[in-house]
């Protein structure tokens, strides 16, 4: 049974279940934190309730934090090792799993859902199984009742998922992380009849896949070829590519070069299919002379006059203008930067760093890191900020049998404010609706 954590506080699970189906541990009586006023002891009575005044309208984050949500946040979250679809509830009660599911048809091997994303119109959501055989697929679901409404195949490795402003289209980046180190692809998928449409070639081991929120323009950047590409939604080609190595930053137009491939220089055995890549992509830190910048995430702003690019080896966030496709900046970011998101008023920009078991929130106009929340698990993943602005829901993967995690922060407070575990590797997350309490 999973019980619902307060507001403002933490789940700690009595232990993990190494092997659970399910991924999650029974959790603990989440203990609540209560200022403590003994020092006004031995003080006159007015000047105690001065002081207690003055501690809570001097800290406007304190006084935010203790005001729990007056509606029901609901997210999709996949687990990637446990072959589970999880629906979180978080509310005034505190957050907890509403409901699961198991995804995937292989009944032996792990088939390895990775990216999530919901429909324009909240009716359905669309899954990518990255594990087939040996091609992936995208499932579509329906969110009344959770039913299978369609699927279809893919390339090597299906990751992030992103669906235009009107339904119609889905674009998966072909991420092929246990292939050889060659040129891979964007998949465009019809949704009402989900119909693989195009395959658009790329570069290697493209990931992140955005679109701009005018639905012109897909992002996606390319982990070894350190490489921005976009492609235009219309023609369903590659219309540029942006260089995001540091001293090496220029904009191409067109798709870019072919390279003959390395035969010594091949991805299978990095992780053996089925297994967490946590000792793989995104967590290798630099060696010594090492100026790539191996991105792992496109965001474009809130508007789309930017595209934001996480550097995760070089731990920086490039960000290239997107009508003039020149840098603007590189922002400093910590350890591994991995998955970004971004407030819909366009001020804030959300990062999680794999490396550094932390999410760090960014002013965008300054360009400073405003807060760094340390997160309970290690292995960072994905990140959605709520459509109010008021909250960002954080996956974490979690290493060995430890179940994935689900970490919810409040955006006016800068701090965690609950968390609750799901399926072992939790990795893509993504907002559906909110609701009246229940």
């Known amino acids: 049974m999973i019980r619902a954590i307060r507001y403002g506080a933490v789940a700690r699970p009595r232990g993990p279940r190494p092997g659970s189906p399910a991924g999650v541990g029974r ?15 031995g003080l006159a009575p007015r000047v105690a309730i001065l002081l207690a005044i003055g501690l809570v309208f001097s800290s406007p984050a304190a006084t935010l934090a203790q005001t729990p949500p007056d509606k029901d946040y609901l997210v999709y979250v996949v687990s990637e090792s446990a072959d589970k679809i999880a629906l979180i509830r978080f509310g005034p009660k505190g957050a907890r799993v509403d409901h699961d599911l198991q995804t995937g048809d292989m009944p032996v091997d792990i088939d390895g859902p990775h990216g999530i994303v919901v ?6 959501y669309y899954v990518s199984i990255a594990h087939g055989r040996p091609f992936g697929l995208i499932w579509k679901y329906s969110t009344k009742d959770d039913r299978v409404l ?9 990751a992030t998922v992103d669906i235009t402003p009107d339904g119609n289209f889905l674009f998966i980046v072909n991420f092929n992380l ?18 693989e449409v195009a395959r658009i070639q790329t570069c290697t081991m493209p990931h992140g896949s955005r679109l701009n929120p005018q639905g012109t323009k897909q992002y996606s950047a390319c982990m070894m070829d350190d490489m921005l590409v976009e492609i235009d939604t219309r023609t369903l080609k590659v219309a540029r590519h942006f260089i995001v190595t540091r001293g090496k930053e220029v ?9 003959n491939p390395d035969p010594m220089n091949s991805m299978s055995g990095m992780n053996m299919p089925g297994m967490k890549d946590s000792g793989g992509h995104g967590m290798e830190p630099p060696k ?9 995430w496109a965001q474009p ?3 789309g006059s930017s595209i934001y690019v996480a550097c995760n080896k070089s731990s920086e966030i490039v960000e290239v203008d997107a009508n003039s496709w020149k840098l603007v900046r590189r922002i400093p970011a910590r350890a591994g930067v991995y998955n970004l998101g971004i407030t819909h008023d366009g001020t804030r920009l959300l990062a999680t760093n794999k490396r550094d078991q932390s999410v760090s929130i960014f002013d965008l106009k300054s360009g ?20 109010d602005d008021a909250y960002a829901f954080v996956t974490v993967e979690g290493v060995g049998s430890e179940p994935g995690t689900v970490e919810i922060i409040d955006l006016g407070a800068l701090k965690t404010v609950a968390s609750v575990d799901v399926g072992e590797e939790a990795a893509g997350v993504d907002f559906f609706k909110t609701e009246p309490v229940k």
């Open 368 to 387: 400073k890191e405003i807060a760094r929340l340390p997160t309970k698990r290690r292995v960072l993943h994905g990140v959605v900020v709520s459509p």
């Open 301 to 303: 702003a809130a508007d």
């Open 150 to 158: 369609g699927k279809t195949t893919l390339g090597y490795f299906p």
């Open 119 to 124: 429909s324009p119109d909240r009716q359905f």
């Open 27 to 41: 959790l603990g009586k989440a203990r609540q934190r209560s200022i403590d006023l003994s020092f006004t002891v």
């Open 251 to 259: 904009g191409v137009s067109g798709a870019p070069k072919i390279k």
């Open 178 to 195: 246990h292939g050889d180190m060659v040129p891979s692809s964007v998949s465009v998928v019809s949704t009402p009849t989900m119909t």
């Open 288 to 296: 010594p002379g090492d100026n790539s910048c191996s991105p792992t």
